[in-house]
């Protein structure tokens, strides 16, 4: 089988990917055959050439680095199904694509509309579950048109900043609403970039504008005395049959993290070796866990999420109330990543994990060849 990697890309999360895609190509079996893609930080897409696969291969600790060979510029054919990506006027012959991509433009939904109309499997969700669940306020509406527990926010679009009497209102309103101090992010950025806390007005009013650099809407949540709790999930919740192995819906052993930074910011994340501590699984009863990972399936679920992603939790440390934070549709995979280190505390080992994704990714898209686009 000829697996194509695509790693880089034009978001705030570049370098994770480039560390994420080493990490799956490494785990691709052997017997496959591996191609790669990496997209600079302008958006150009280059074949890398075979050597740079080895390279990684040779040394668990690499990460992959871009190579721009203008020879080597990659085009697409729209509908060519495998022979859609096009190099110096000839196909690569791609069975199915596992793009390692993170944040803007990587699992957006923009990408995964393009390898819908190349018609080619992919890895991770569809285009439309991939644009929700990035927007973090419609991701909420829906989780809590279904019930579902999320924290106390509120939703200010770039328009609200162009009027000053609106704004001042509005964050008047914000203020008797959720109180101090607040977590301000943008709706639709990934690894809290963009994303800082607030104690009173004039720090809200400087992570609005640091938020407002990286999108057009800004989430203000109610910050809470919580637990941070993750867990991770993998299926197909739209289409699996209920005797496939492959799509069904399954979430992993719960885990706990707690940030030594003031919250679990870009820098605890990828650059701070102890920037947390993880527990796996986290620190609750049996009833609790499995409270998290029946609620982690619903999350998923609702959203119509396939593939895999992160569902992430809060527990209110004085009330034990239990919050739905975010969803991760392309969670890290790098060595200190949450995704895979709960997948194999419940027994599923990272090479076996990303065979389960690709076959995931092939069974969903033979599935939705099955449908009628028009008649003829």
């Known amino acids: 089988m000829n697996i194509c990697v695509i790693y880089g890309g034009r978001s705030g999360e570049h370098e994770v990917s480039l560390v ?14 591996v191609i790669l893609i990496g997209i600079t930080k302008n958006g150009k897409w280059y074949l890398q050439e075979d050597s740079e696969y080895e390279r990684i291969c040779k040394d668990d600790k690499a990460s992959f680095v871009i190579k721009t060979d203008e020879s ?3 085009s697409l054919v729209p509908g060519a199904k495998k022979a859609s990506f096009v ?7 791609v069975d199915v694509v596992f793009p390692a991509l993170h944040g803007t433009y990587g699992e957006d939904g923009t990408i ?3 390898f819908e109309m190349a018609d080619i499997p992919y890895v991770g969700c569809s285009h439309t579950a991939s644009a929700i669940t990035m927007d973090k306020e419609k991701t909420k509406m829906i ?3 279904v019930g579902l527990p999320v924290v106390p926010y509120v939703c200010i679009k770039r328009c609200v900043v162009l009027d000053s009497v609106v704004y001042d209102a509005v964050i008047e309103d914000t203020e008797k609403e959720l109180g101090y101090p607040m977590f ?11 994303a800082s806390k607030a104690s009173n007005r004039k720090e809200l009013s400087f992570a609005i504008m640091e938020a407002f650099e990286w999108d057009d809407k800004v989430l203000i949540e109610k910050s809470i005395n919580a637990r941070e709790i993750e867990c991770s999930v993998t299926g197909n919740s739209v289409t699996y049959p209920a005797d496939s192995d492959i799509e069904d819906v399954v979430a992993y052993i719960p885990g706990e993290i707690i940030p030594t930074h003031t919250f679990y910011d870009f820098d605890a994340k990828y650059n701070d070796p102890d920037g947390a501590e993880f527990l796996i699984p986290a620190a609750l009863s049996e009833n609790d866990l499995e409270k998290i990972r029946k609620t982690a399936c619903a999350a998923y679920k609702v959203l119509d999420t396939t593939g895999l992603a992160r569902v992430d939790f809060f527990i209110e440390r004085n009330t034990k109330q239990v919050y739905l934070n975010e969803i991760n549709t392309m969670p890290g995979f790098t060595p200190i990543s949450m995704f895979p280190k709960l997948c194999d505390a419940a ?11 690709i076959e995931e990714a092939i069974a969903r898209y033979e599935a939705k060849c099955k449908l009628v686009t028009n008649r003829t």
């Open 347 to 357: 027994g599923l080992k990272f090479n076996a994990l990303i065979k389960l994704l």
């Open 20 to 33: 994420t895609a080493a990490a799956i190509t490494r785990g691709i079996d052997k017997s496959n055959r």
């Open 143 to 145: 989780w809590q048109s």
């Open 87 to 93: 190099v110096e006027g000839k196909p690569l012959n």
């Open 112 to 114: 995964q509309g393009l």
């Open 72 to 74: 080597k510029i990659v």
């Open 184 to 194: 301000v992010k943008p709706c639709c950025a990934g690894s809290s970039n963009g």
